[in-house]
């Protein structure tokens, strides 16, 4: 990590919920960005890389899953958040590299713990 706050990017179509996340993590000291779609933050790839990613599945058009295949072998590691568990889906999240795979609604104590092993 080349910061000395980590640097988390999210992407989730809910505004909500990008808007809770970010304040989540910039209140345990965390810089955060979030983007409404894979297309947004993928041109934000060109400034800034992040430390974690954490990565709706669910998402019109271009698909959190669509945005991990793309990015499996990157650098940084991948938190799945999801409102629907699907075992095979999940199953393939993880094959995939994802360093968590985490069901809304989310507890807040186990994101950041889940953060906290994806960076360290």
């Not at 699907?86 to 809304?104: N, T």
Request: hydrophobic share 50%.
């Amino acid at each position: 990590m080349d910061h000395a706050r980590p640097f988390i990017a999210i992407v989730d179509d809910e505004q909500a919920v990008r808007r809770a996340l970010v304040r989540l993590l910039r209140a345990s000291r965390i810089d955060a960005e979030a983007f409404a779609t894979g297309e947004a933050f993928l041109s934000s790839l060109k400034i800034r890389e992040p430390d974690c990613l954490i990565l709706d599945l669910q998402m019109a058009g271009f698909t959190g899953r669509d945005l991990q295949r793309l990015l499996v072998g990157s650098r940084f590691p991948v938190i799945i958040l999801t409102g629907y568990d699907e075992p095979s889906v999940r199953e393939q999240c993880i094959a995939d590299g994802a360093a968590a795979y985490l069901r809304k609604p989310l507890r807040s104590d186990l994101l950041l713990a889940s953060i906290h092993a994806a960076i360290h």
